[in-house]
């Protein structure tokens, strides 16, 4: 039976300006519309259940919905932090398990914090290493053994045994100093069985309580943290565990699992499944998604307003180029594209001679300047150059394909 969204009174704000909402004194706890530099504000709608947005962090406002370009290591891969803001890059996410092993969150934070120690002025999410380390322990894994208390795992560099556990993932966090953190939890695999599911998920939900204390004792208005939603691909699991983040009150909510991203029919079940759930007026991360332009169409329709993934910068370095363009069906966002995957293979032996562009309808700086001729050659020679190209290529296609959905919803419908 669906459940009416928590305290609906908490929507009654949202048309007001800002100026109005700062005369109204919030208790210091309450984050639905606005804690210390963070607001959410809904600006429009678009199609199916999608809706823009105004997310408004220390480092600046990000146009929501938003896709996040993945820096694993405090570093999108090849990729200069000065060209992701020429291609549109709003905000990065970076990796709170990579970077607590190396360099160690105390290195980081003593050079100022993450922003400082890779000179990006925008926002960044940190991911708390909570899939990492899932990973490290999945069958052929063998690397990490889970506790009620945390998580003991061998570190993927060297061997050393880590701990890494609620309240030692957000201080970590704490100290590399991102805008929005993310709690630690015990993911998992898209086939989990019901039972393993459950007490991952009730692992996940302690874990949450605690690592909201944690936070709680930090400066909660610069730097917001968000539950997820986890429960595998069981409808009653994923129903409970999304009211339980609702309601710790946290300023976003993100749904998680391997499940997300990596099997989008498994992923728009959960997300439907837990639609009525979740208030309107916070921000909706699904974290992983993002492996085809047309998977963020889906998110973005679905009313998701956060989306990151490894897959396109990944996939560019293995010469997979996306091609095609969003246009607008029936009140539907489609993703048209003449290739299989919505991606080129530029070793393919047919670029070799191929003086256009990767795509005719990017306006990414490796399209305006390069041939697939000259990428095909590069990718052949493993010429470093290639990575940066096809990479930029990669994300700003992706970026552009969210940038086209808010572009439609405001041009009149032929
Ligand atoms: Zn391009």
Same mark, same amino acid.
């Given at each position: 039976?669906?459940?009416s969204?928590?305290?609906?009174?908490?929507?009654s =704000?949202l048309k007001?300006?800002?100026?109005?909402?700062?005369?109204?004194?919030?208790?210091?706890h309450? @984050?639905n519309?606005?804690?210390?530099?963070?607001?959410f504000?809904i600006?429009?709608k678009?199609?199916g259940?999608?809706?823009?947005?105004?997310?408004?962090?220390?480092?600046g406002? #990000?146009a929501?919905?938003?896709?996040?370009?993945?820096?694993t290591h405090?570093?999108v891969?090849?990729? =200069?932090?000065r060209?992701l803001k020429?291609?549109?890059a709003?905000?990065?996410?970076? =990796?709170? @398990?990579?970077?607590?092993l190396?360099?160690g969150?105390?290195v980081?934070?003593?050079?100022?914090?993450l922003?400082?120690f890779?000179n990006w002025?925008?926002p960044i999410?940190?991911?708390?290493?909570?899939?990492?380390?899932w990973s490290?322990?999945?069958? %052929? %894994? !063998?690397?990490a053994?889970?506790?009620?208390?945390?998580v003991e795992f061998?570190?993927?560099?060297?061997g050393t045994?880590?701990?890494?556990?609620?309240e030692?993932?957000?201080?970590s966090e704490?100290k590399? %100093?991102?805008?929005?953190i993310?709690?630690f939890?015990q993911?998992t695999?898209?086939?989990?069985?019901?039972?393993?599911?459950?007490t991952?998920?009730e692992?996940?939900n302690? /874990?949450l309580v605690r690592g909201?204390?944690? /936070?709680?004792k930090?400066d909660?208005?610069?730097q917001?943290?968000?539950?997820i939603?986890?429960g595998? #691909?069981?409808e009653?699991?994923?129903r409970?565990?999304?009211q339980?983040?609702v309601?710790?009150?946290?300023?976003?909510?993100a749904i998680g !699992?391997?499940?997300? !991203?990596y $099997?989008?029919s498994g992923?728009?079940?959960?997300i439907?499944w837990?639609?009525?759930?979740?208030?309107e007026n916070?921000?909706r991360y699904?974290?992983g998604l993002?492996l085809?332009?047309?998977?963020?169409l889906?998110?973005?329709s679905?009313?998701?307003?956060?989306f990151?993934c490894?897959a396109p910068?990944?996939?560019?370095?293995?010469?997979?180029l996306y091609t095609g363009?969003v246009?607008?069906k029936n009140?539907?966002y489609?993703?048209?594209s $003449?290739?299989?995957?919505?991606?080129? =293979?530029?070793? $393919?032996k047919e670029?070799a001679?191929?003086?256009?562009?990767?795509?005719?309808?990017?306006?990414?700086?490796?399209c305006? $300047?390069?041939?697939r001729?000259y #990428?095909?050659h #590069?990718?052949?020679?493993?010429?470093?150059?290639? @990575?940066s190209l096809?990479?930029?290529?990669n994300?700003?296609?992706m970026?552009?394909?969210?940038?086209a959905?808010?572009e439609l919803?405001s041009?009149?419908?032929?």
């Amino acid at each position: 039976m669906p459940v009416s969204r928590l305290n609906p009174s908490n929507f009654s =704000n949202l048309k007001h300006p800002r100026r109005q909402l700062q005369k109204i004194p919030l208790p210091r706890h309450k @984050y639905n519309i606005i804690t210390g530099m963070f607001e959410f504000k809904i600006t429009g709608k678009l199609a199916g259940r999608g809706r823009t947005g105004v997310f408004s962090t220390p480092h600046g406002d #990000l146009a929501t919905p938003v896709f996040m370009p993945v820096g694993t290591h405090a570093s999108v891969k090849s990729v =200069n932090p000065r060209e992701l803001k020429e291609i549109g890059a709003q905000i990065i996410l970076a =990796n709170n @398990y990579h970077l607590f092993l190396r360099p160690g969150s105390d290195v980081i934070a003593k050079l100022g914090g993450l922003h400082a120690f890779m000179n990006w002025d925008k926002p960044i999410l940190t991911d708390s290493g909570g899939f990492q380390v899932w990973s490290l322990g999945e069958p %052929g %894994g !063998g690397l990490a053994k889970i506790t009620p208390d945390g998580v003991e795992f061998r570190s993927h560099l060297d061997g050393t045994v880590n701990f890494l556990s609620p309240e030692i993932a957000i201080d970590s966090e704490v100290k590399l %100093g991102a805008d929005i953190i993310m709690a630690f939890d015990q993911c998992t695999s898209d086939t989990a069985k019901k039972d393993a599911a459950r007490t991952a998920l009730e692992l996940t939900n302690t /874990w949450l309580v605690r690592g909201v204390k944690e /936070w709680q004792k930090h400066d909660t208005e610069k730097q917001a943290l968000f539950g997820i939603i986890q429960g595998a #691909l069981h409808e009653d699991l994923r129903r409970e565990a999304a009211q339980f983040v609702v309601a710790q009150d946290l300023p976003g909510i993100a749904i998680g !699992g391997e499940t997300i !991203g990596y $099997n989008m029919s498994g992923t728009k079940a959960v997300i439907d499944w837990i639609a009525d759930y979740l208030p309107e007026n916070k921000p909706r991360y699904t974290m992983g998604l993002g492996l085809k332009p047309s998977d963020v169409l889906t998110a973005i329709s679905l009313g998701i307003d956060m989306f990151d993934c490894v897959a396109p910068t990944r996939l560019a370095r293995n010469g997979a180029l996306y091609t095609g363009k969003v246009i607008s069906k029936n009140g539907e966002y489609c993703f048209e594209s $003449n290739y299989p995957n919505e991606r080129i =293979n530029i070793g $393919n032996k047919e670029f070799a001679g191929d003086a256009g562009p990767i795509d005719e309808n990017c306006d990414c700086p490796t399209c305006k $300047n390069f041939s697939r001729a000259y #990428l095909h050659h #590069l990718f052949r020679s493993k010429e470093l150059l290639y @990575y940066s190209l096809a990479s930029v290529h990669n994300l700003r296609l992706m970026l552009k394909t969210v940038e086209a959905t808010k572009e439609l919803a405001s041009r009149p419908q032929s």
